[in-house]
């Protein structure tokens, strides 16, 4: 168990609809990254957020968006949703922005 | 830009060394990192190297080159619970940002 939380573990829905999957860091980091991973890539870097702040983005498309709430915690938004939308969504949290991420156990979306 | 390259497959016997190769090209370099993913799961952080040189773990080492963009995890006494598959990553120069390659899928065999 890594400490890091994610809401939920399965999400199913229907193209364009619009889902939110949630993440808790490990108690004490301040840096969250948002991941997705589909069967046939690897591991796609969305966003990460420090304290609050977007620090970096990365592969992210203009249907998702993403924040970090004050206690730490964050959400990621996904509109508009599309069959290549399905995916494993990874939260990793990380003491200070540049050190080893910590993994959630991810949420699986299946957009039908 | 940013490539991690990484063989896709490779297959082992159990008790046997396998040796798993990551080269990279990105724009700047602040840590290398490999992490073990079982199918279905979450990645687990299992070394990272930031200077030239071998870091021993238990039964896992990992190695780096930063003149050549170069890294290898070793594993030795390979266990059945070893076939996974290992992701390489890189943080780049602004320590912000990180890129994972494609994997390696690792089969242990009896």
């Known amino acids: 168990d890594s400490g890091v939380t994610q809401t939920p573990k399965h999400l199913i829905t229907a193209t364009g609809q619009r889902v939110t999957l949630r993440c808790s860091p490990r108690?004490?980091?301040?840096?969250v990254y948002w991941y997705q991973q589909s069967l046939d890539q690897g591991l796609q870097f969305l966003i990460q957020?420090?304290?609050?702040?977007?620090?970096a983005k990365g592969n992210i498309l203009e249907r998702f968006s993403a924040q970090q709430f004050p206690d730490l915690h964050s959400e990621l938004n996904l509109s508009s949703l599309e069959l290549g939308d399905s995916a494993l969504y990874f939260c990793?949290?990380?003491?200070?922005?540049?050190?080893?991420?910590?993994f959630g156990p991810g949420t699986r979306l299946t957009v039908l | 830009g940013q490539n991690i390259d990484q063989p896709t497959e490779m297959t082992a016997t159990e008790g046997a060394i396998v040796q798993i190769n990551c080269t990279y090209q990105?724009?700047?370099?602040?840590?290398l990192f490999w992490y073990q993913q079982h199918a279905g799961e979450a990645p687990t952080f299992l070394s990272y190297?930031?200077?030239?040189g071998l870091e021993e773990k238990g039964r896992f080492s990992s190695f780096l080159s930063r003149s050549k963009g170069y890294s290898y995890l070793l594993l030795k006494e390979l266990q059945m619970k070893d076939s996974a598959s290992y992701l390489c990553a890189v943080r780049d120069n602004y320590g912000q940002n990180f890129v994972f390659g494609p994997g390696t899928r690792l089969s242990v065999l009896p």
């Open positions: 108690s004490g980091d301040l840096s």
């Open positions: 990793a949290s990380s003491p200070s922005g540049a050190d080893t991420q910590y």
């Open positions: 957020y420090y304290n609050g702040e977007e620090r």
């Open positions: 190297n930031v200077l030239d």
């Open positions: 990105t724009s700047g370099f602040n840590g």
